[in-house]
């Protein structure tokens, strides 16, 4: 079983940047797509970036320009550079992995993201 501990949320300020990373503990796993989600209160857990394997990377709409994925395949772990933040980025970010060659997906704990005004 993949599991997956996020680190690296708290609270910015309008405009300002946080780095979100996201490594596996206990046994180590080879990991296919990884990406990140968010939730805000009240509404549907949704998709901000995910990155291949092999470094493709597609990310949301709401956060083009502003974040960037990346991921170290040796190390097994993804980040999320979010610059430019907005107060609607407030919401709890979550890790997500695939095993590679399966579509079988992991999630980590969330990590909280406040961006004040």
């Known amino acids: 079983q993949v599991q997956l501990v996020e680190s690296g949320g708290g609270l910015a300020q309008a405009g300002g940047s946080l780095r979100l990373s996201c490594a596996q503990s206990?046994?180590?796993?080879?990991?296919?797509?990884m990406g990140w989600y968010r939730q805000a209160p009240g509404k549907q857990r949704e998709l901000v970036a995910v990155?291949?394997?092999?470094?493709?990377?597609n990310y949301a709409d709401f956060v083009k320009g502003r974040f960037t994925i990346s991921r170290d395949n040796a190390k097994s772990t993804v980040e999320l550079q979010m610059n430019n933040l907005k107060p609607e980025d407030t919401a709890v970010y979550y890790c997500?992995?695939?095993?590679?060659?399966?579509?079988?997906?992991?999630w980590g704990q969330g990590t909280q993201v406040t961006v004040s005004s």
């Open positions: 997500y992995a695939e095993r590679r060659f399966t579509t079988r997906g992991y």
């Open positions: 206990g046994t180590i796993f080879a990991l296919g797509n």
């Open positions: 990155i291949t394997n092999g470094g493709s990377t």
